[in-house]
């Protein structure tokens, strides 16, 4: 139970208490009227004595009796009705409510902490008024009168007469058995004469003498004058007298009070209502049956004709019905005792002590001594013997009945002067001023005679102040007999069927257990008492119950909860909506959060609708709320009708201030992490050939890498606009901001571009959402054109059309559980800072039909709208929370996030706007192939454009032509066959011979230190005016890899008119390529072993070229023909084909493979480009009837881009010369000698059947050979993946291996050849030795000085080669040391001597080599590759 005011050791004694009855003459009852107060008003609040008092109980004993306190009250002959008592207690409960800003414990359990009243005063309210208006009943003495007050004026004619009346009628009313109310204790009741004296207008010494008669024929302990008004009313403004009677004339005027706010008036006509109305002491000045007063209905007694108009406050006067509001706003101002001085109050507490100390206490000590005679002398009859005889005797008493039908009725009734009932009526007398060891005696005895009896009702009150009397022993001699209190409800409950007394039971008790921290014994005990017949008893109780349990040792919060929650229940059942909105409020504090949503939406539902009946509009709308945007697991109908209740309780709201803010609406859910936001207009779709650039639309996924990319392209392209150097301030362009962007800077956004917001709605219901007049709120702060800030700061409420266009979706339908993102345009018409703040609609539901897709509806509904059952219009904000910051320490270590400004966008002057179209591009190719496709460049905006760039990670795969017009246009023989080359036609007779032309790298945008991505697009005159638009060409290469690729391609442009803020902007195209196999070329290029050409000087080269056609015929591919094969070098040049067949057609069909020689020679001193000029020499060799030129575009171009890969490698750099400098020069030398610069390009013709017509493809492949005898390929090589190794765990000592040529490069240092006939002829019977003479010619291929040593000396020791080869002899000198100059060629004569026939292998010498300058030798044998062998003949 939650805390309470009074101990259980005061609230008892208070509760039960000597009630004393008060008659008063009606000029007395005029005197105390002066004051607005009865005579029993005037006493309440000194009705407790200030000081101890002492009696005797009967063994002479003294008792002291401490804070005694008396009831007086008037009397009243009707018992109270039910009905009334119900109202009073209904009322009292709805009066007292929390007190507002009261600090609430908070009870911390386990993981709850809760905020919990601690005091619950309506119910000690409620407990007061209960035990106070609970009706005088025959088996109990407690509440029966045990005195009456016979008040008469100073001021009547005849005041002893008066007495005398009064006296007699107080007579009538106990002895006359017309009136069984009100129940008087004993049949002689005291009676105490008291004399009321007006100070201020009566005449004292009349008062005094009366008063000596009175005590003349009272005595002086029987009667009393009492003086009160010492002042007139009128001066009450002159000194502030305190009023210590509003307290407790407030608990009962409550009723008048809260039964008008509660509803209106109901009594219409004044005719009826002076018989309806009652003032509170149940006295007027009518006379009725010839009384001097009229003891009417009791104060609790229910009116006929409305609940509303029971009670009425003070005057005694009856008010019509139609004063009864003036009546409750006076009552409010009226001021009690206002004639009375502290004085006056001094006077009646003394009178107070006065009649209990000379008067009452007296009379009970006499009653206690009688009663306690009359039980000494029946004990001394044999108990067994007065119950036998009393069966017999009793004829007064009920029939004998079985013991069972006994204990299912309340037992029989005693007469009043049964000496059982005077046990009780002592024991009573004993509780009443405190003796509870003589009470609890008395009781026992007393219950054991009861039961003896049967007499249940008297048995269960017995057992009940047993228990009471139990408990309040000093010093506490025995345990409290709860068994007791438990037998008397069960008795009070199901045998005698008396609610009221079972409820008083459990109060005491449960106080009492409460004391005794058995709080889980008082729950159990609450909690039996809730039964259907009283609403507002078991609220109450639940809720003490409640309390109990979250008091417990270790809280039981959820007991707690659940009983809180009836509680609620109950207390709505009631009417008491205040109450039942508090409990279910606590309750929630414990369900809030844990996942129990069904409970949750139940609670917040109740608490939505007791808010909204109590007008609490706000909390309405917050509870129904709660209930949309968890995550329900309610039924769809369910939530359909939560969502309805909450638009209907939020239309009332939004109707009471229709000019305030729109309000937050709670769906659909907004994920605003994922608003996207998007500069620039929509997409063109294509249009016949033209397909429009993709550049950056919202229908794109977000990829990191493709974002990297393209900020890397960006950043290449700004670097070569501002001179290679990325600008500090450089930020690159977003056109789309999403929550991997970077939204730490204000975007920028042109003025006349639109900005679409895309808005990601989630409907977390099942139930469809229908949003209406869906758009964005916005607040603009324009700006003029000088930049400065104007003063107003517009926001969207109505519109501003003329700053910012809104775009307006009219319908816009969610589905259950559906995710759907809506794209909402705004059109920027003026320099400024905009700031979008979220988005306005109109929330309701589709009524009646459900349509499942927003496309079909089902029969009855009309498409296109749907019906809206009902709709609120509110806004949502959109929100967004940066990245969180980890930068710093200090970052790190708290939590911190960055700003997001996607929503914030500044919008800035005109920009130039590019549209890119593609003309007949293709979408697959073959490897390699070419294929001539057209751009438009079209200007959309009002400003001129410049600087056009455009930038690839993959520049081999187009180009736009050489920068040199000559290079570009089409030869007329090309048109004719549609080819994307420039062509000229041949003399068939010039096979194979090559035609030479040239070109430099620096005309087709390649050279050192260029960058070959970027690529400037030729514009005529540079400049794209407004609306203008431009055709170019571009050709396109198939790339070498087969599959699908991604071709990335920026376009850069700038304005003609320099902005401060945007300096430039870019466009985005994605071309998606996919590529079948064409060709697969190989090439290797040696050293030719013929003797030197008369021009050439430096030697020949062979070049080996294998094409194989690698296609399946899926593509459709007849057959390849080669058509040409150019070579291109600054240093080498094609001379001839070498073909050993004399088939001049090259046709390739599926998998077939041709091969190719070639002879290459280098180009004479006047064609060798030096290293700056950047010049090749290009020569075709034709194998079809039309030159390509190969040194024009496009030809040109893309053999330029596929080199730029190797043009890009940074040269090395001369660095210090040491030894080891030299060493590393020396290798380079050498590695030099094997170095070949010569790149083919392959010229092809691919003959396609398609939809039976038979189409040309043409294309190139490259082949760029560096090394002689090493095999080079046209398209990449796949990398077989390396063996495992096992793991080392030892650390390998670090040595330094010295630099060494590879042997392959020492043999190309030095190239020999030897010069001899194929056969030789000899006569061997004439001569036997046979000499032959070989020349031996050595050619030093390094640009060095180079020491030779040849030795003859060689001997082949191995068998075999003895048997294949035989054996000769060399001549003459064995060794020979010779310096041969750069690229010198020296003859050596030798003689080889035979001396039989054979085959021999003149390669037999070994070549030693070293550079002329340097110290260390490498000295490595040189064998010749090629076996050079003679054969000899006899003749």
């Known amino acids: 139970?939650?805390?309470?005011?009074?101990?259980?050791?005061?609230?008892?004694?208070?509760?039960?208490?000597?009630?004393?009855?008060?008659?008063?003459?009606?000029?007395?009852?005029?005197?105390?009227?002066?004051?607005?107060?009865?005579?029993?008003?005037?006493?309440?609040?000194?009705?407790?004595?200030?000081?101890?008092?002492?009696?005797?109980?009967?063994?002479?004993?003294?008792?002291?009796?401490?804070?005694?306190?008396?009831?007086?009250?008037?009397?009243?002959?009707?018992?109270?009705?039910?009905?009334?008592?119900?109202?009073?207690?209904?009322?009292?409960?709805?009066?007292?409510?929390?007190?507002?800003?009261?600090?609430?414990?908070?009870?911390?359990?386990?993981?709850?902490?809760?905020?919990?009243?601690?005091?619950t005063p309506w119910f000690e309210s409620y407990r007061e008024t209960f035990l106070q208006s609970m009706p005088a009943s025959d088996h109990e003495f407690l509440n029966h009168y045990l005195a009456c007050m016979l008040v008469a004026s100073s001021s009547e004619a005849e005041p002893v007469?008066?007495?005398?009346?009064?006296?007699?009628?107080?007579?009538?009313?106990?002895?006359?058995?017309?009136?069984?109310?009100?129940?008087?204790?004993?049949?002689?009741?005291?009676?105490?004469?008291?004399?009321?004296?007006?100070?201020?207008?009566?005449?004292?010494?009349?008062?005094?003498?009366?008063?000596?008669?009175?005590?003349?024929?009272?005595g002086t302990q029987g009667c009393y004058l009492l003086k009160i008004n010492s002042r007139t009313s009128n001066r009450a403004s002159d000194e502030q007298i305190p009023d210590p009677w509003s307290q407790y004339l407030q608990k009962n005027s409550i009723q008048n009070q809260e039964s008008y706010e509660d509803g209106p008036c109901t009594i219409t006509s004044n005719k009826n209502s002076d018989s309806n109305l009652l003032s509170l002491d149940g006295l007027d000045n009518?006379?009725?049956?010839?009384?001097?007063n009229n003891f009417r209905a009791h104060p609790l007694q229910l009116d006929s004709s409305s609940d509303a108009s029971n009670s009425i406050d003070g005057p005694d006067h009856v008010k019509s019905a139609s004063s009864l509001h003036e009546t409750k706003k006076a009552n409010t101002g009226i001021i009690h005792g206002a004639c009375l001085t502290l004085t006056d109050h001094d006077r009646i507490r003394q009178f107070i002590q006065e009649f209990t100390f000379r008067g009452l206490l007296p009379h009970i000590e006499k009653t206690i001594r009688q009663l306690n005679d009359q039980l000494i002398s029946r004990k001394g009859l044999s108990r067994s013997l007065f119950s036998a005889t009393k069966k017999w005797f009793s004829g007064s008493k009920v029939p004998e009945k079985s013991i069972n039908e006994l204990k299912n009725t309340s037992g029989l009734l005693y007469p009043p002067e049964a000496p059982e009932l005077q046990i009780r009526k002592m024991a009573d007398l004993c509780f009443l001023v405190q003796h509870y060891d003589l009470a609890y005696s008395c009781y026992h005895t007393a219950k054991k005679d009861f039961l003896n009896d049967q007499a249940m009702l008297y048995a269960a009150g017995a057992l009940e102040m047993a228990a009471v009397s139990a408990f309040l022993q000093p010093g506490a001699p025995r345990p409290y007999p709860a068994h007791y209190m438990d037998t008397a409800i069960q008795t009070y409950r199901d045998i005698c069927k008396n609610m009221v007394l079972a409820e008083r039971?459990?109060?005491?008790?449960?106080?009492?257990?409460?004391?005794?921290?058995?709080?889980s014994e008082a729950a159990a005990l609450l909690i039996r008492l809730t039964s259907e017949d009283s609403d507002l008893r078991s609220a109450l109780l639940l809720e003490q119950a409640a309390h109990c349990f979250i008091n417990m040792k270790s809280p039981m919060v959820r007991k707690y909860a659940f009983h809180m929650i009836l509680a609620g229940h109950r207390f709505s059942k009631a009417g008491q909506k205040k109450h039942a909105l508090r409990c279910y409020c606590q309750a929630m504090q414990v369900y809030k959060g844990k996942g129990w949503s069904l409970a949750e939406d139940h609670i917040n539902f109740t608490i939505g609708r007791q808010s909204y009946t109590l007008r609490q509009l706000d909390n309405a709308v917050s509870a129904f709320r709660h209930i949309l945007i968890n995550e329900s697991k309610q039924s769809a109908a369910q939530q359909g009708a939560f969502l309805r209740?909450?638009?209907?309780?939020?239309?009332?709201?939004?109707?009471?201030?229709?000019?305030?803010?729109?309000?937050?609406?709670?769906?659909?859910?907004?994920?605003?992490?994922?608003?996207?936001?998007?500069?620039?207009?929509?997409?063109?779709?294509?249009?016949?050939?033209?397909?429009?650039?993709?550049?950056?639309?919202?229908?794109?996924?977000?990829?990191?890498?493709?974002?990297?990319?393209?900020?890397?392209?960006?950043?290449?392209?700004?670097?070569v606009v501002n001179r290679g150097v990325v600008p500090s301030n450089f930020y690159p362009t977003q056109y789309c901001l999403n929550s991997y962007s970077d939204n730490s800077r204000f975007p920028?956004?042109?003025?006349?571009?639109?900005?679409?917001?895309?808005?990601?709605?989630?409907?977390?219901?099942?139930?469809?959402?229908?949003?209406?007049?869906?758009?964005?709120?916005?607040?603009?702060?324009?700006?003029?054109?000088?930049?400065?800030?104007?003063?107003?700061?517009?926001?969207?409420?109505?519109?501003?059309?003329?700053?910012?266009?809104?775009?307006?979706?009219?319908?816009?339908?969610?589905n259950s559980e559906e995710s759907k993102v809506a794209r909402l345009k705004l059109f920027p018409h003026h320099i400024g800072e905009l700031h979008i703040l979220g988005v306005v609609y109109n929330l309701g539901t589709i009524q009646g039909c459900m349509t499942v897709d927003g496309i079909g509806s089902l029969p009855g509904c009309h498409t296109g709208k749907h019906s809206l059952s009902m709709s609120v219009r509110g806004r949502q904000d959109l929100e967004i929370q940066g990245p969180r910051l980890n930068n710093t320490k200090e970052e790190k270590t708290s939590i911190k996030y960055g700003p997001d400004r996607r929503l914030d966008p500044i919008i800035t002057e005109e920009m130039p706007l590019l549209e890119v179209f593609f003309i007949h591009f293709p979408t697959g190719l073959l490897c390699g192939e070419i294929r001539k496709a057209y751009v438009e460049f079209v200007n959309v905006s009002k400003s001129p454009l410049t600087g056009l760039k455009v930038v690839s990670k993959r520049p081999e795969f187009f180009t736009f032509g050489g920068n040199t017009a000559v290079l570009t246009p089409l030869s007329p023989s090309a048109s004719e066959n549609c080819s994307a080359y420039k062509t000229v036609a041949t003399d068939s007779t010039a096979v194979c011979t090559a035609l030479i032309s040239s070109a430099s790298s620096v005309d087709f945008g390649i050279g050192i230190g260029s960058q070959p991505e970027v690529i400037p697009v030729p514009l005529p005159d540079t400049v794209l005016l407004p609306g203008a638009s431009v055709q170019l060409p571009m050709w396109l290469r198939g790339p070498d890899e087969e599959g699908v690729h991604e071709i990335n391609f920026l376009f850069y442009y700038e304005s003609v008119?320099?902005?401060?803020?945007?300096?430039?902007?870019?466009?985005?195209?994605?071309?998606?390529?996919c590529t079948s196999r064409s060709l697969n070329v190989r090439a290797t290029?040696?050293?030719?072993?013929?003797?030197?050409?008369?021009?050439?000087?430096?030697?020949?080269?062979?070049?080996?070229?294998?094409?194989?056609?690698?296609?399946?015929?899926?593509?459709?591919?007849?057959?390849?023909?080669?058509?040409?094969?150019?070579?291109?070098?600054?240093?080498?040049?094609?001379?001839?084909?070498?073909?050993?067949?004399?088939?001049?057609?090259?046709?390739?069909?599926?998998?077939?493979?041709?091969?190719?020689?070639?002879?290459?020679?280098?180009?004479?001193?006047?064609?060798?480009?030096?290293?700056?000029?950047?010049?090749?020499?290009?020569?075709?060799?034709?194998?079809?009837?039309?030159?390509?030129?190969?040194?024009?575009?496009?030809?040109?171009?893309?053999?330029?881009?596929?080199?730029?890969?190797?043009?890009?490698?940074?040269?090395?750099?001369?660095?210090?010369?040491?030894?080891?400098?030299?060493?590393?020069?020396?290798?380079?030398?050498?590695?030099?000698?094997?170095?070949?610069?010569?790149?083919?390009?392959?010229?092809?013709?691919?003959?396609?059947?398609?939809?039976?017509?038979?189409?040309?493809?043409?294309?190139?492949?490259?082949?760029?050979?560096?090394?002689?005898?090493?095999?080079?390929?046209?398209?990449?090589?796949?990398?077989?993946?390396?063996?495992?190794?096992?793991?080392?765990?030892?650390?390998?000592?670090?040595?330094?291996?010295?630099?060494?040529?590879?042997?392959?490069?020492?043999?190309?240092?030095?190239?020999?050849?030897?010069h001899y006939p194929e056969s030789f002829n000899h006569p061997f019977h004439q001569k036997s030795l046979c000499l032959v003479p070989v020349t031996l010619l050595l050619s030093n291929c390094s640009k060095a000085d180079v020491d030779v040593i040849v030795d003859l000396r060689h001997k082949t020791t191995s068998p075999e080669a003895l048997e294949i080869h035989g054996s000769f002899t060399w001549l003459g000198q064995t060794q020979y040391k010779l310096q041969l100059k750069s690229q010198e060629i020296h003859s050596l004569q030798l003689k080889a001597c035979f001396v039989h026939t054979g085959v021999y292998n003149l390669g037999t010498p070994r070549v030693f080599a070293k550079l002329s300058d340097q110290v260390t030798v490498f000295e490595t044998s040189q064998q010749n590759s090629m076996p050079a062998l003679i054969i000899i003949n006899n003749v």
């Not at 009243?76 to 409510?97: C, E, F, H, Y």
Request: proline share 5%; glycine share 4%; hydrophobic share 35%.
């Open 1085 to 1314: 290029v040696c050293r030719s072993n013929s003797l030197e050409d008369e021009e050439g000087r430096g030697g020949n080269m062979l070049v080996f070229v294998d094409v194989e056609n690698t296609n399946t015929s899926e593509a459709g591919v007849k057959e390849f023909h080669i058509v040409q094969v150019s070579s291109s070098s600054k240093h080498w040049k094609f001379q001839k084909s070498v073909n050993l067949s004399e088939n001049k057609d090259a046709k390739l069909a599926s998998r077939e493979k041709g091969k190719f020689c070639f002879k290459a020679i280098r180009c004479k001193e006047k064609e060798v480009a030096t290293q700056s000029s950047e010049k090749y020499t290009f020569a075709d060799i034709i194998f079809g009837n039309e030159q390509i030129i190969s040194s024009a575009s496009p030809c040109a171009d893309f053999f330029y881009r596929s080199l730029s890969s190797e043009l890009k490698k940074p040269q090395a750099q001369p660095s210090v010369h040491t030894e080891k400098q030299s060493l590393e020069d020396a290798v380079r030398l050498i590695q030099k000698c094997s170095e070949v610069d010569l790149n083919i390009v392959v010229l092809w013709k691919a003959y396609v059947v398609e939809d039976s017509k038979q189409l040309i493809l043409e294309g190139q492949h490259h082949v760029i050979l560096r090394t002689i005898g090493k095999e080079a390929f046209s398209c990449p090589q796949k990398q077989e993946p390396p063996e495992m190794e096992l793991l080392k765990f030892f650390r390998p000592e670090n040595t330094t291996v010295p630099l060494r040529p590879s042997v392959e490069q020492l043999s190309n240092l030095i190239k020999t050849s030897l």
């Open 505 to 519: 039971c459990v109060l005491l008790s449960a106080e009492i257990l409460k004391s005794q921290s058995k709080y």
């Open 748 to 814: 920028l956004a042109v003025v006349e571009e639109p900005i679409t917001v895309e808005v990601a709605f989630r409907n977390p219901l099942k139930v469809p959402l229908l949003l209406t007049d869906l758009s964005l709120l916005w607040k603009f702060q324009p700006k003029d054109i000088s930049g400065k800030d104007n003063e107003e700061v517009k926001e969207l409420v109505t519109g501003e059309p003329k700053m910012i266009g809104t775009e307006l979706i009219s319908e816009f339908l969610i």
């Open 645 to 719: 209740e909450y638009l209907y309780v939020y239309k009332n709201v939004s109707q009471m201030s229709p000019d305030g803010p729109l309000p937050q609406l709670p769906l659909p859910y907004i994920n605003s992490s994922a608003t996207r936001v998007f500069f620039g207009h929509d997409r063109r779709p294509a249009d016949g050939e033209k397909q429009a650039a993709t550049h950056v639309s919202l229908d794109q996924e977000y990829d990191s890498e493709s974002s990297q990319q393209w900020r890397e392209l960006e950043e290449q392209v700004v670097a």
């Open 1 to 119: 139970m939650a805390q309470c005011v009074q101990s259980v050791q005061e609230l008892i004694p208070d509760s039960f208490v000597p009630c004393v009855a008060a008659l008063c003459s009606d000029e007395a009852e005029r005197l105390t009227r002066l004051n607005h107060l009865s005579f029993a008003e005037l006493l309440k609040p000194f009705s407790r004595l200030t000081s101890e008092v002492h009696m005797r109980d009967p063994n002479n004993q003294l008792h002291i009796i401490k804070n005694l306190k008396i009831a007086v009250s008037n009397i009243i002959t009707q018992p109270p009705q039910p009905g009334a008592i119900r109202k009073l207690l209904n009322d009292v409960v709805s009066g007292s409510q929390p007190a507002e800003g009261l600090v609430a414990n908070v009870i911390t359990a386990g993981d709850y902490d809760l905020n919990i009243s601690a005091t």
């Open 286 to 292: 009518e006379v009725k049956d010839g009384l001097p």
């Open 161 to 218: 007469e008066q007495f005398s009346k009064l006296s007699q009628e107080q007579h009538r009313i106990q002895h006359n058995s017309d009136y069984s109310y009100p129940k008087w204790f004993i049949p002689n009741t005291l009676k105490y004469y008291v004399l009321l004296h007006d100070v201020s207008a009566g005449d004292e010494q009349r008062a005094e003498s009366i008063y000596e008669e009175m005590k003349q024929k009272y």
């Open 1057 to 1073: 008119k320099k902005q401060p803020k945007i300096r430039h902007r870019i466009l985005r195209h994605t071309a998606v390529i």
